[in-house]
């Protein structure tokens, strides 16, 4: 189980695997929020690699599997699998690649200053219980080394890219993942009671 962050930004606990599509945030910059999102590749198909694959540049989009997907260079954090094993691509000193054109308390550039968390899922279905796990225990991990990140700091992707995203969906439920947080005592300031 992930349960800390090193002095380099990364999760005790998880996977590793740095993915080359990321940068620095920009100067006295750090994680003020978390975004949601969930995908599959194929949608829907779930234990497979393709999405590592995806997030390290090395998925085969020559195929007609994934022509939408030529040339796109995108990453994410942390990967969440069903089994809620974690993934983790990018340090959370640095900005990965998840948010695309988007918004957030009024701000645009939300890579600037959020992390990016990928459920392996879809908008049909609900998420397993050892991701919702997994989930709480990396959000209490970043909001103890970022104290801007609080229980009232958590967006789904849907939220900063109206119209444009529909992840997690429907069937993420929020209302037990913000429960869990604070019902440990991680309140609206980030900060552990």
Known sequence: ???????????????????????????????EVIIIHAISLPEGHY???????????????????????RG?????????RRNGEVVQFVSFEDRAWHAGVSRCEGRERVNDFSVGIELEGTDHESF??????SLQAVSKALMRRYPAIGAHRL?????????????????FDWVRYRNALCSAGVGLSGKEG
């Open 47 to 69: 234990g497979g690699t393709d999405v590592e694959q995806l997030f390290m540049n090395t998925l085969d989009v020559g195929t007609q599997r994934y022509p939408d997907l």
């Open 155 to 171: 967006y789904g992707h849907s939220e900063i890219a109206p119209g444009r995203k529909t992840d997690p969906g429907p069937y």
């Open 1 to 31: 189980m992930v349960d800390a962050i090193d002095a380099q930004g990364w999760l005790h606990g998880a996977q590793r695997k740095a993915s080359p599509n990321c940068d620095a945030r920009p100067c006295g910059m750090a994680a």
């Open 72 to 80: 796109l260079r995108v990453s994410a954090h942390v990967f969440i």
């Open 128 to 133: 397993e219980d050892a991701q919702y796990q």
